[in-house]
């Protein structure tokens, strides 16, 4: 008589299919590293695209108004006001509602400024002087080498 066996390796590949509780714990510490390293240098790169569109804007309505300087020999600062695209940044011209005016200042300022942004403020005036309202030490880091 054929007594039927067991198979043996079948019975002990059923029992290690799959992951354990300490692979899956693994997995995802390492999931956790990478996702610590990733998200803040991510909104970094969000916030810098964010800041060179308001730059951009901030440019724009700088050379609108000296174009309207040469053509009527004051700038107007009713005109020449857009705003960048996304919301992050609201521009405004001062002196606001003005349309003879000698001097101008374009303002970009943070609709929503986090604690990582530490550019702040971005402003440029009629003479193309440029400044910033936060804590960073160059021009350069926030106005993006312009």
């Known amino acids: ?34 996702l610590a390293i990733a998200v803040p240098s991510y909104r970094q790169y969000l916030q810098r695209g964010h800041r060179a569109e308001a730059v951009n804007t901030l440019l724009q309505a700088a050379g609108c108004q000296e174009r309207i300087r040469a053509a009527t020999g004051y ?12 919301g992050r940044y609201r521009i405004m011209l001062e002196p606001e509602g003005v349309t003879a005016s000698l001097v101008f200042e374009a303002i970009a300022t943070p ?7 530490r550019c702040g403020e971005l402003s440029i005036d009629q003479s193309g002087r440029r400044s910033i309202g936060g804590a960073v030490s160059g021009l350069g880091d926030c106005w993006g080498g312009r």
């Open 111 to 117: 609709v929503r400024p986090t604690a990582q942004d």
């Open 1 to 34: 008589m054929s007594r039927h066996r067991p198979n043996i390796s079948a019975t002990r590949q059923s029992q290690h299919a799959g992951w354990s509780f300490i692979e899956v714990m693994a997995a995802m510490a390492i999931i956790a590293i990478l």
């Open 75 to 86: 700038y107007d600062t009713t005109r020449c006001i857009s705003q960048p695209p996304g």
